[in-house]
């Protein structure tokens, strides 16, 4: 009781590809707007069990890294 798990599933992939033009691995910008709105909703604890290994941009991990800092639930990462 009181767990919610948010999947990354086939589905997920499939509308943000569909309704956002976004294919998979999606931006960091996803998972920044993804901590601040289960922060929002009340999460006592965030945990991605996901590995961020895709390259990107130094300011996207950055904004990421920013957000996973932010007061609130704390964010657990897997790697």
């Not at 006592?44 to 996901?50: G, T």
Request: charged share 25%; proline share 8%.
């Amino acid at each position: 009781p009181g767990i919610v798990i948010a999947w990354i599933d086939q589905d997920s992939i499939d509308h943000l590809r569909r309704e956002a033009s976004l294919a998979f691995p999606w931006p960091r910008s996803i998972y920044v707007d993804l901590v601040r709105f289960l922060r929002q909703a009340g999460a006592k604890a965030i945990v991605f069990d996901l590995l961020f290994t895709e390259p990107t941009q130094a300011a996207d991990d950055r904004v990421l890294a920013e957000a996973i800092a932010e007061p609130g639930a704390p964010v657990i990462l897997s790697f």
